[in-house]
């Protein structure tokens, strides 16, 4: 009988966390790969370089958001690829409560950039407004003579939602896989009056998110995340130890030099801080946090994007508008369900 062939033996160090990789993590360890092999690596948690196991993973990893696009179109056979990714992501029940509001005339993306304030949203060849809509499937139930309340079941509206957000970003990879760039547009949401007439949506239609596309004139870094230990959890939720969340959020706003993040203090960025602390927490709050501020010598990121710019004094504002325009567009999910009785009859249109 012929002797097997000696197992090469790792380092042990090295053998150990090929081990774990091989359950944990969907990429390879590199350690004793040739000079000269295809290595499109990334660094992981513990230091160690590790290889893509293929392009769509690598994809998912290095996507970033663009906002600097080429003076180029994007074909039509391209952009409808892209496309039809995007209405063959999962839905719930197949209904497809969503529509696509493609955009490509100069005149409404300098309106809309204009509306979010954001100058590039103009100089992306396309822009894809994707909306809730229950208006079609209202319809289709309306013409087969089938009840229909989806319009104020809160239970359509969380799935809605969902499908719209798993469609758009079914296109957004697609873009990506496609030489395209893209960034989301979330200030939609500011406007959506404006956008609802600027496009005629019926009711039960209404925006949730933009998202620009075009050549990226340069693609940008994928920005640091917080890992898969803080935010998988094992069975059930885990609560992390203070000094556990606050190294997880300092890792994650980590810059290349090995720094921790940091805003500077002016005179302007302190007043605001102070007049939003004030607004949601009171004066007691407000001078706490001026004394964390000073303490530190610098603004932290915590308090940069709840108190600078995700003020949290204005975020909450105008919920009950919201929820208003929705009612306007035909969309009660957030009252008590009355049952509408139907007198009338309706003749199919041609």
């Known amino acids: 009988m012929n002797k097997a062939e000696p197992t090469p033996k ?27 092999a295809d290595q499109l690596t990334f660094p992981s948690e513990n230091g160690m370089r590790m290889k893509y196991p293929n392009e769509t993973i690598q994809l998912l990893f290095e996507r970033s958001s663009c906002r600097s696009f080429l003076d180029k179109k994007i074909p039509k056979n391209v952009l409808s690829i892209v496309l039809e990714a995007g209405i063959h992501a999962p839905t719930a029940g197949n209904l497809q409560p969503y529509s ?12 809309l ?19 809730i809509d ?3 499937n209202e319809r289709w139930a309306e013409l087969e003579v089938a009840p229909f309340t989806a319009t104020s079941s809160f239970r359509h509206f969380w799935v809605s939602f969902q499908d719209v957000i798993i469609c758009a970003q079914n296109i957004c990879t697609a873009a990506d896989s496609m030489g395209l760039g893209s960034v989301y547009i979330g200030t939609v949401i500011d406007f959506p ?14 925006p949730v998110v933009m998202l620009c596309l075009g050549y990226p004139a340069k693609r940008p870094k994928p920005r ?12 059930r939720y885990s609560e992390m130890k203070d000094k556990q969340l606050l190294r997880a959020f300092n ?25 939003v602390c004030h607004e949601t927490h009171g004066k007691e709050f407000a001078e706490k946090c001026k004394q964390r501020i000073e303490a530190n010598g610098y603004i932290n990121m915590a308090q940069y994007y709840f108190g600078l710019h995700y003020k949290a004094d204005i975020m909450p504002t105008d919920n009950d508008e919201y929820i208003k325009l929705m009612e306007r567009s035909g969309l009660k999910w957030f009252k008590k369900y009355v049952p509408k009785v139907e007198t009338r009859t309706r003749s199919l249109k041609d």
């Open 251 to 275: 890792e994650k706003y980590r810059t290349e030099d090995s720094r921790n993040q940091t805003i500077p203090i002016t005179l302007d960025k302190m007043k605001t801080i102070m007049n």
């Open 100 to 111: 696509i509001i493609e955009i490509q005339d100069l005149r409404s993306r300098r309106k």
């Open 10 to 36: 790792l380092p042990s160090i090295a053998r150990a966390l090929r081990q774990a990789v091989s359950f944990i993590s969907p990429v390879i360890l590199i350690n004793d790969e040739p000079k000269g």
């Open 134 to 136: 229950w208006h079609r």
């Open 113 to 131: 950039a204009e509306m979010c304030g954001q100058k590039f949203i103009s100089e992306a060849p396309v822009l894809l407004l994707f909306c």
């Open 193 to 206: 009056a404006e956008i609802l007439a600027l496009f005629r949506m019926p009711e039960s239609v209404f």
């Open 224 to 235: 640091n995340k917080l890992s898969i230990k803080t935010v998988v959890h094992k069975g």
